[in-house]
């Protein structure tokens, strides 16, 4: 089957036909849309997904703004999105679609192999989330069993990383709580370690006296349940690496 190359500015006909301008009718088949912005893939999934009669595939969206606009005007009954997106994800893009849609179902189909990127999106709602290595026959039995509102993914799979995600959540929030422990001066030392300085070199950075400095880095190490400096030191930048962009500074006065 010959795919034509695609403009995501116009509107898909069923296959064999040429498309049709403005927005799609509805159709008594599964009316799919393909939001993916690379167009390889996109012509790939709409050449898959239109050799099968019971599939429509309505259009192709590259960015979450555009699928957002295309379901606004066309019936979407399974998204089939890239996790990630120019402007966004997989979630935000589900998001925009159900603003017109509510029902509309949801299967991911990305390179990202990550965790993080399926459980966000199951979270969101999705039926599925495939890798893009799953096979052509894998791919159309995932947009018809979303159709039919299944969930693609073991229950207990499901749990087992929901449970993991949770217990990840409440590690970091513990970290993080540890860390916001400190106070001033605890904060200003363990900023001190994190450059290397040795107790000795830390007082005469703060003209402290020695065992004053050595007091503060038990509490420190105490404090963030470190067994020593440079756990003490890791475990801060772990925290640090899993905060915004541009914490305040005050949340986090360790950082230079």
Sequence with gaps: MSVKPLRHTASWGSPGRAPSPGCEQPHRSINVLIVEDHAVVAEGLAALLG?????????????????????????????????????????????????????????????????????????????????????????????????DGDVLIPAHKLAELLARNRDAARREAARTERLASLTAREAEILQLMSRGLTNREIAAELSIA???????????????????????????????????????????????
Aim: with cysteine.
């Design 51 to 147: 050799e099968h009669p019971d599939l429509h595939v309505i259009g192709w969206a590259p960015t979450v703004a555009e699928a957002g606009m295309r379901a606004q005007c066309s019936a979407v009954d399974v998204a089939v999105i890239d996790f990630w997106l120019p402007d966004g994800n997989a979630v935000d893009a589900a998001a925009a679609i159900r603003t017109h849609h509510p029902d509309a179902y949801v299967v991911v189909v990305s390179a990202d192999d990550s965790e993080q990127a399926m459980i966000a999106s199951v979270e969101s709602g999705a039926s599925g989330y495939l890798i893009k290595t799953a096979t052509g026959a894998e791919i159309v039995r995932a947009v018809r069993k979303a159709a």
């Design 210 to 256: 020695y065992p004053t400095v050595r007091s503060h880095v038990r509490k420190v190490l105490e404090k963030l349940n470190a067994r020593s400096k440079l756990e003490a030191v890791v475990k801060a930048a772990e925290v640090e690496r899993t905060s915004p962009a541009d914490p305040d500074p005050d949340t986090v006065p360790w950082r230079s």
